[in-house]
């Protein structure tokens, strides 16, 4: 076991041991997380309540349960808090009671006019501090490091020479805008986690305790299962699946691969291209609609966009993403021979479907709120009142009120980690607008890239992957948006497609090494190198990394413009990332030189760009190719 001093370096970049409170425990901890969770439905549903007192009540709870059930290293104590855990609970605990007396008298205060007490400062400290470590064990320090950075930068870039000086920023201006306004700690960010983002991790718990994953699997199986590679396949659909209902790629691939991960390996997948392609899978879920991942909702008053207008611009894009993913593992399962699933592992589909088949009913009522204009909490609402009705109807996925309160309770554990990156995501934001970094940092990349579109999106797409790397997709997607997303518009590129563009980055460093966290949870399982397993995952994912720019050169990929228009870019793209997937697995209706390879490659990239001339001859080009393929068949004896 490693070292638990203190001075070991690897301690303090590791996550927290995660607890999940048993015994004595379990009974004092839950009807607090349960209180909670009563308490974050009701505000984001019917109780009027100022955004600012919501988030802070949300923050306290958050905080609270996160030092409890979060250790302060990788090798704390996992059986139950320490006290130094449970002293800095209470004082989270402390921290909401004060302000949530004072809140009326804050909310309604003259931001850097009325006197701040000592009191208010002492307590103001104290939630700075908190939010930092309560960030740090639940992200790791990749976030909180960052967000020294930024605070460093808040009260000593005065200091500095050239465009990036700021005015000077003292300690009691800079703790004012952070804890006692909405553009700190307690801003958008934090206000998303209480109100959507809660509610669809809530939605996904309640579907997993109902056994909608398990449906999700067979459903898989039924339809994949005897295909080439069916193993993969599997993996691939059921991963999609899951991850459009629980929109954390480290979650579905836990959850999924620890049963698709083992079956590939089983009929002779290598352990690292098992992993691969659950982790490229799950990571996918988070642009999947009509749920997507945390960093949608967050995205709807960032961009200030509807929700609605955000799931429906990504639907073709994440077709496009699992056409690429399917294509690769057919292609490479026929170039390495792996076959079907074990005919007894496969189960009939009309079963699976009269076993299961109303799990739909809940995305389909998702789907419904969704275009009838609903917010996302009350969709969220809605989706997961529809679980729990269909959960009544069978013996075997019925939840009760005891499985109900852990459902509430897991839902809160699991919202620990969004809580602290966003706190955290909204002291960088708090700190952006003090000192008028956007500005200054559009400055330098106009510097760098002399404003051309192309050079600014690749410059985007590194800056977003690099920020996402050892954080959250949620805080990834915020400070990406906060720093490019105003440069992009300034290009003429639509914000949804700005905003968008960043999303699909965001979330893909998840899976991108070094710091691949997607990849590290499915070394576990696989059993083999993670940072291999992220390399091969890249290239299962290569439709991510291109996509978006196909989307942003052409918008009708994210169903802006006619409906021609639309369905002949949707089709030229796919059979552009089919031609892709054939010429990096060198397979395709055979084994394919390094020739073919290349030329498929090229012209695959011809079909997915957004241009009607590079398109025509690519697509001319490929028909000739296959014609001459067929008439070669056509002449072997």
């Not at 349960?34 to 988030?55: E, F």
Request: aromatic fraction near 12%; glycine fraction near 10%.
């Amino acid at each position: 076991m490693a070292s638990n001093s203190l001075l070991s370096p690897s301690m303090w970049f590791s996550v927290g041991a995660r607890r999940r409170p048993q015994g004595i425990y379990y009974w004092v901890f839950t009807p607090f997380a349960v209180a909670v969770g009563i308490y974050v439905i009701s505000a984001a549903t019917y109780i009027i309540i100022a955004p600012w007192a919501l988030t802070v009540l949300f923050f306290s709870g958050m905080a609270a349960l996160g030092f409890l059930t979060t250790g302060a290293f990788e090798h704390s104590i996992s059986e139950r808090p320490t006290v130094i855990d449970v002293l800095l609970a209470l004082l989270s605990v402390a921290a909401g009671i004060y302000f949530g007396i004072k809140a009326p008298e804050i909310v309604e205060r003259i931001v850097l006019l009325d006197e701040l007490t000592d009191w208010d400062v002492f307590f103001a400290s104290l939630v700075f501090l908190l939010t930092i470590e309560v960030t740090r064990r639940s992200t790791g320090l990749g976030l909180t490091a960052l967000v020294l950075v930024f605070v460093a930068y808040n009260l000593w870039g005065h200091n500095l020479e050239g465009v990036l000086q700021h005015g000077k920023i003292d300690y009691l201006h800079f703790i004012e805008i952070t804890v006692f306004t909405t553009d700190g700690i307690f801003g958008l960010p934090l206000r998303v986690a209480a109100t959507y983002a809660f509610m669809f991790v809530m939605f996904g718990t309640l579907l997993q305790a109902c056994k909608g994953s398990e449906f999700f699997f067979d459903f898989a199986a039924a339809i994949a299962g005897r295909r080439p590679g069916g193993p993969a396949k599997v993996a691939v659909i059921s991963s999609g699946m899951y991850g459009m209902v629980s929109g954390s790629p480290t979650s579905d691939v836990v959850t999924t691969g620890s049963i698709t991960i083992p079956i590939m390996k089983r009929l002779g997948y290598r352990g690292a291209y098992a992993g691969a392609i659950e982790v490229a899978a799950s990571t996918g879920g988070s642009i999947v609609p009509p749920v997507l991942g945390t960093a949608a909702f967050i995205m709807v008053d960032f961009a200030g966009v509807e929700y609605r207008d955000i799931a429906i611009a990504a639907f073709i894009p994440a077709i496009l993403y699992y056409v690429s993913i399917y294509s690769q593992v057919h292609f490479s399962s026929l170039r390495l021979g792996f076959g079907s699933l074990d005919p007894s592992q496969i189960p009939r589909f009309l079963t699976t479907m009269k076993n299961g088949g109303l799990f739909f009913v809940p995305l389909v009522i998702l789907t419904v709120a969704l275009l009838q204009g609903y917010t996302p909490t009350m969709v969220g609402v809605f989706g997961s009142l529809a679980v729990l009705a269909v959960s009544l109807l069978k013996a075997e996925t019925r939840i009760g009120l005891f499985s109900l309160v852990n459902v509430l309770s897991e839902t809160c554990y699991r919202m620990v980690p969004v809580a602290g990156a966003c706190a955290a995501a909204g002291l960088v934001i708090g700190g952006i607008t003090m000192t008028g970094l956007a500005g200054k940092f559009a400055h330098v990349v106009y510097g760098i890239t002399e404003a051309h579109m192309f050079s600014t999106l690749l410059l985007t797409a590194a800056v977003t992957i690099v920020l996402g790397m050892g954080m959250p997709t949620p805080s990834a997607y915020i400070l990406g948006a906060a720093l490019m997303a105003p440069i992009l518009t300034e290009l003429d590129i639509s914000t949804m497609a700005a905003h968008m563009f960043i999303l699909y980055y965001a979330v893909m460093s998840a899976l991108t090494p070094p710091v691949a966290v997607a990849a590290y949870a499915a070394a576990s399982i696989a059993e083999d190198n993670p940072l291999y397993i992220a390399l091969l995952a890249v290239k299962f994912a290569i439709g991510a990394f291109l996509i978006p720019f196909a989307f942003v050169y052409g918008p009708e990929l994210l169903m802006d413009g006619p409906l021609i228009s639309i369905l002949i870019t949707a089709v030229t793209a796919a059979v552009g990332l089919i031609v892709l997937a054939a010429a990096l697995e060198a397979y395709m209706f055979a084994p394919l030189n390094g020739w073919t390879r290349v030329l498929l490659a090229i012209l695959g990239l011809g079909m997915i760009a957004p241009n009607l001339q590079v398109t025509g001859v690519s697509a001319v080009i490929l028909v000739a190719l296959f014609g001459v393929h067929r008439l070669r068949q056509k002449a072997k004896p």
